[in-house]
């Protein structure tokens, strides 16, 4: 199966480019792709810390992933639709997500799942695989509607042991809609390695009972996974039915803050990865070989994105208090005399602070 689903490549590790590969892509491109990573990054690294100081609750890391992110949402249209797990918010930020409302999110407010007017990003869906038969619906709806709007959806290896997995797909198949199913493979589901969870070589080839256009890219590619989530979106677009997209990546640190990865697998193979296939690394290397990279401009990204960062965490700080009654909306239609007894006695706490 290895061989049936090779890795496609555009840039290597060393930033050099695949000669037998076509690709129309600019250097001013490339530039846009390193701004958006390395924005991606800072706010990952950013958020980290403000967990660690209290100031946000448990958070999701995704460093080492914001070539797989960035690449696949970058190949997403106005109006199309992206449905993300909860450690995507770097391809929400990409595809236009408010960087103060991805942090209220972090600061469990109801807020944060709420994309921009007019953005179609679904909430973030924390039980594994959920969003996908969720993606296929919105896929098969805009298609009786007569659109040519596209559903991405983002999911990790272990969601693939999910039946709502397979029932995504196979609704995808049966009714040709226009879908293109991401899976960021970092290797781990949580703490289990690939290895213990499924017989199978690669996730590509699990599209394949599904009669579905299905390929493997290297995840820490941005050039190479833009450039087959276009084509698998201009597919879905065109009437030309799903795709399954495996993007082979690393993640750096935890599963969350709340988690220690050194208790699953050697931490030193992220030290390694670091200095060999990291994505922005990458694209740092092929800019350099392309004389477009000059210090100045690396050094004047970095400052316009800590003053965005440092904007939104003032505006997420100074966000209004929350009502904390809205954790009992939208739950029943009626509340059950359990949800009513616990309104009372929040009432009633509510109250004594007074």
Known sequence: ????????????????????????????????FYYLMLRARMLDKKSVNLQRQGRIGTYVQYEGQEAA?????????EGDWMF??????????????????????????????????????????????????????TAWAEKKRGTDRVSLVYFGDGATSEGDFHEGLNFASVFQVPAVFFNQNNG?????????????????????????????????DVAAVYTAVKEAVQRARSGGG????????WRYGAHTTADDPTKYRDQSESDKRRETTDPLLRLERYLKLEEAWT??????????????????????????????????????????????????????VKGRKA
């Not at 049936?4 to 846009?32: A, H, Y």
């Not at 909860?86 to 930020?93: E, S, V």
């Not at 407010?109 to 007019?118: N, V, Y």
């Not at 440092?310 to 029943?332: C, G, T």
């Open 295 to 348: 210090d100045a401009w690396a050094s004047s990204l970095e400052e316009e994105i800590n003053d965005e960062i440092e904007k939104a965490i003032e505006e997420m700080e100074n966000y209004p208090e929350a009502d904390i009654s809205q954790l009992f909306d939208h739950v029943y239609d009626v509340p059950t005399w359990t949800v009513q007894e616990q309104i009372e006695e929040h009432l009633a």
């Open 242 to 249: 799903p795709t399954l997209l495996e993007a082979v990546t």
């Open 69 to 77: 992110q960035v690449g696949s949402a970058a190949a997403l249209e």
């Open 1 to 32: 199966m290895l061989d049936q689903f090779p890795m496609q490549q555009i840039i290597n590790e060393e930033g050099n480019v695949n000669p037998e590969v076509q690709t129309d892509l600019s250097i001013e491109q490339i530039k846009r």
């Open 188 to 220: 781990y589901a949580i703490s289990v390695p690939m290895k213990k969870q499924m017989h199978a070589k690669t996730i590509a080839q699990k599209g394949l009972g599904y009669d579905m256009e299905c390929a493997r890219v290297d995840g820490n």
């Open 84 to 137: 993300p797990t909860y450690r995507d918010h770097a391809a929400t930020l990409t595809f236009g997500h408010s960087m103060r409302n991805l942090l209220l999110n972090w600061r469990g407010r109801l807020e944060g799942g709420l994309p921009p007017e007019g953005v179609n990003i679904f909430p973030p869906a924390i039980p594994i695989a959920s969003q996908l038969p969720h993606a296929a619906g």
